[in-house]
């Protein structure tokens, strides 16, 4: 019985990490292109959009660290892999969803 709970507890816990990865993402998309209309001379308004994106952030690494506390009680030699992919993919995120958006931009103008 605690095994099954222990592997829905990780799928379930993969999937919110997952989400939150793709918000953050998607508001790097949404950073990319305010910046770009800023600079192209549009009116641009106060974006809450890089507070947003740092709240997410840090619930992404709350997340992988529950990921880690829950991998950890299956093998000690799993600690902190998530809270490592999560500094690193979640730091990456603007820089990809900028490199992204800018290659859309100039595919579909």
Do not use: C
């Not at 997952?18 to 106060?46: C, D, H, N, P, W």
């Amino acid at each position: 019985m605690a095994n099954i709970n222990l592997s829905e507890t990780k799928i379930l816990l993969r999937q919110v990490w997952a989400f939150m990865l793709m918000g953050l993402y998607g508001i790097g998309v949404f950073q990319e292109r305010a910046v770009t209309l800023q600079a192209e001379g549009v009116l641009a308004t106060e974006s809450v959009l890089p507070d947003v994106a740092k709240v997410i952030f840090l619930g992404l690494l709350f997340v992988a660290f529950l990921i880690d506390i829950v991998e950890m009680r299956e093998d000690k030699d799993k600690a902190y892999q998530f809270l490592f992919l999560s500094l690193i993919a979640g730091g990456l995120s603007a820089t990809t969803s900028a490199m992204q958006y800018h290659a859309l931009a100039g595919i579909f103008g």
